[in-house]
């Protein structure tokens, strides 16, 4: 196993590693790359990973992270890694007009929190802002990122939806995020903008995600629910990596992916095995139901291989992140849900 993640410039650096596949996509690229809604977890240390590979590459080309910055502190971060940042609400239509021109867009653009209370802004965020800005680069091949939320619970045993399965989102947001993929494949039905659909299920980050969410509740000795008994996951720098990768596979009809790790992990397994690392006893609540939301990912396996980082590893890092108080982002995924409500 890798030595322990110890600090934040080391996890940072670690989600940023461009791999020879991000490499190969972005030696295709004929523009500036622009990457938005920048500035949500995933987005800084994938634009990070873009800058890198560009400046390996002996790239012309700039990377520009396009965002509200609700958190100005990530626009200083972003610049001093060598991304151009451009603030902007895409939900003004004027704005997005102003934005740089690209033919290589990554769209990270969503909202999933906060839904219950506002659901009308989601499905502006979702939707709309999807009209505006496929509209602004019509000529454009554009990653979008989707969810495996717009699938239907499944049975655990059945090994996850598939990219052809029917769709069956649950409650404003996973709706929402059908109408971010609708949108875009009208667009590209349309006007002939290239896309992927990438559908990922749950990234994780030690700052953040499912397997965070498990272990700090082993840590300070609260039940774990296993009533969702199982989930997927995958380490947010080979989601990175794939994302950036996907642009060589925009297509019109979309490219439809989905993007997580190969196993169905059991969350009750999970606890336990933080409750060894951690010596602490385990209690749990609920009893597993024989449903879930899970995603196959073979066909993402069968073009990109399988994802760098294993499982074990990635416990094994959220144990010690957890351990020594690394910090987090207080954003839980709330993968427990399953009404769809967020
Ligand atoms: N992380 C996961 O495990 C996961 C799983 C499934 C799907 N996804 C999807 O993947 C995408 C990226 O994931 P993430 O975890 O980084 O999402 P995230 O934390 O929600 O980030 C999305 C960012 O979009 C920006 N944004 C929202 N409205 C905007 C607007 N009107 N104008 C400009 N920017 C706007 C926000 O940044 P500002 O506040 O700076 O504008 C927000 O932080 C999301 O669309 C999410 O739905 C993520």
């Given at each position: ?9 080391d ?5 940023s590693e461009?791999?020879?596949?991000v490499l190969?996509?972005?030696r ?8 938005l ?28 992270g ?44 969503g909202?999933?929190f ?12 979702n ?21 495996g ?17 029917d ?110 690392l ?65």
């Open positions: 196993m890798d030595m322990l993640i110890t600090s934040e410039e996890l940072d650096l670690r989600l461009p791999t020879p596949g190969a996509a972005l295709g690229l004929d523009s500036d790359l622009l990457i809604g920048v500035g949500g977890k995933m987005g800084p240390t994938l634009a990070r990973m873009a800058a890198r590979a560009l400046r390996d590459i002996g790239s012309p080309y700039t990377v520009y396009i965002s509200r910055f609700s958190q100005p502190v990530q626009r200083e971060q972003l610049e001093a890694w060598g991304v151009q940042t451009v603030a902007c609400d895409l939900l003004d239509r004027r704005a997005v007009a102003a934005l740089p021109d690209s033919l290589n867009l990554i769209y990270m653009v909202q999933k906060g839904t219950g209370a506002d659901p009308a802004l989601t499905w502006a965020i939707t709309y802002v999807p009209a505006l800005v496929a509209e602004r680069y019509s000529s454009a091949r554009v990653v979008v990122f989707s969810t939320n717009v699938y239907p619970l499944t049975p655990v045993v059945a090994g996850g939806s598939q990219e052809g399965d769709l069956g989102p649950q409650g404003d947001y996973a709706h929402s995020c059908v109408g971010r993929e609708r949108v875009f494949t009208y667009f590209s039905q349309r006007t002939g903008l290239r896309c992927a659909l990438m559908r990922l299920n749950y990234a994780i980050a030690l700052r953040y995600g499912v397997l965070v969410d498990i272990a700090r509740r082993v840590w300070v000795r609260e039940p774990v629910d296993v009533t969702m008994g199982a989930f997927n996951a995958i380490w947010q720098g080979d989601a990175n990596a794939q994302a950036l990768a996907l642009l060589s596979h925009c297509a019109v009809p979309p490219f439809v992916l989905n993007v997580t790790g190969p196993e169905t992990i059991s969350v009750r397994r999970v606890a336990e095995r933080f409750g060894e951690f010596n602490i006893p385990v209690t749990f609540t609920g009893i597993e139901t024989p449903t879930a939301l899970l995603s196959n990912a073979a066909k993402s396996q069968y073009l990109f291989g399988y994802p760098g980082i294993t499982l074990p590893q990635m416990i094994a890092w959220t144990a010690s992140w957890v351990q020594q108080g690394g910090s987090f982002l207080d954003k839980p995924t709330h993968f427990e849900a399953r009404d769809g409500k967020y």
